[in-house]
């Protein structure tokens, strides 16, 4: 049996199928509701002790989701629900998975993205506080073992042991999902959005997830065939790394810059500085976790990436908060998100957060080759009031004594008002093209929708198209072009975003080599 689903994380895997959803341990009531409360919160301190000790082993973005679940845990406003029911009469482990799920069924029956992507990581704060009241442990998965359940919690990635190959298949999950991120940054393959796969399946399974399907059951002319293309895949990987130290150029002998996009100022300590061209996209919104950060902080981890990366550019983007990436303390609940206060319209809605950001880049700024660029710009003007903030922020920092120069300030092309009307805005300092958003905006259909994950694509004339045009204006007015989308670094799409013009792409670190070849295979 077939089943097809949506590739979250390229690459072949074959072995025994593990069950992620074997229900917890009994729990055992206590005598009144003072102990069932005191329980609860036992449970929770263990899961917050559990969690931190896991955030001692990882780093970058593994680390922050880890720190994300610990703040949940630590909010009153997520236990206070169980809480309350106990004093009704309720167990702890049935008030709390009745609070958790009442919320998980919210996130789930979300039309945004995000919420339903964070839907895993509530289940995986729920089950982890069950387990701890019924004092139950994991199973490990054995080696090899394919991960198929309906969706996959953090913490289970981050302790199963994949040196010995494996993967993960699931009937729900999302390629938004924290757990895809992480597989896609660990090379483990993964394939969501099997939702017609068997209650119960065991025995062996073959996970495709360079295509996006699992075969159970398989004859042995599937596996034969399966084996050949896990072969001629890694034979590709294998072939790619020759490439990750070369310039990247077209078969016709055109250049093209390939930079890497990074979350976290850790992220650099494992990259080659000379396997790129420098850093398309350093994401800020990731260093505002539990508390906003001071100008300090931000100083400190914009200057690691800047002498890190030398007289190479460094791409920063101004906190992108809002949409998909909630900040407490600073983002807003709207019905809508992705279509509201989000972005440079919450930056520049909240100048006490963005002019401390604005500082830490001035001042970062002489460390290294910097540039600035502002996410979800709509209108000519949002651009002119945040460069005009560089400027006052710049007059004050020379008042003061203090060191600093001013970046290149240019915009994302995410938002289809600037793709449609580039020459809006022929007064920034350069174009980058976010592919995820904009490609989202023009086809209207979410990238983890598996029913609209077809229409989900950078290759569609329509944006195509836009694309083209941003970047034949670009030469036209010498503005470099460049895209740091997930489009970047797929091989697939990669030739048709050099025919549009492209000859700047960013792409996630573990598709450098990848992205590389691709583009010397590129005949245009």
Partial sequence: MRIEGIPASAGY???????????????ISKASPVEEKAALKAAIGKAVSRLAALVESVDGDAAGILEFHIAMLEDDALSGPALASIGSGQRADVAWRAALDTEIAGYETSDQDYFRARAADLRDIRDQVLRALSEDSETAAPPGAILFGEDIAPTRFL??????????????????????????????????GLAASPAT????????????AILLSPSPAEIEAFRQSSSSFAARQGEAQTFLTRPAVTRAGTVVRVQVNIAYPSDVDGIDVASCDGVGLMRTEFLFGKTLPDEETQYQAYRKVL???????VTIRTVDAGGDKPVPGFTVEETNPFLGLRGIRLSLARLDVFRLQIRALLRAAVHGNLKVMFPMIATPEEYSQAAALFAQERDTLAADGIAHKVPPLGIMVEVPSVAITPEAFAHVAFFSIGSNDLTQYVMAAARDNAAVAH???????????LIASVAAFGREKKIPVGLCGDAGGDPAAIPALIEAGLRDLS???????MAKAAIADVTV
Avoid: C
């Fill in 455 to 465: 229409l989900n694509s950078v290759r569609y004339p329509s944006v195509l198209r």
């Fill in 13 to 27: 895997a074959e072995g025994p199928l593990f069950d992620l959803d074997r229900p917890p341990a009994v729990y």
């Fill in 201 to 212: 399946p065991a025995g062996v399974a073959l996970l495709d997830a360079e295509h996006g």
């Fill in 307 to 313: 002498e890190w990366a030398g007289d190479k550019p």
């Fill in 159 to 192: 302790e199963t042991d994949w040196s010995k190959g494996g993967g993960i298949a699931l009937r729900a999950g999302s390629t938004a999902s924290h757990v895809a991120m992480l597989a896609r940054s660990r090379g483990v393959p993964m394939v969501v």
């Fill in 507 to 513: 792409v996630a670190p573990a598709q450098l080599a």
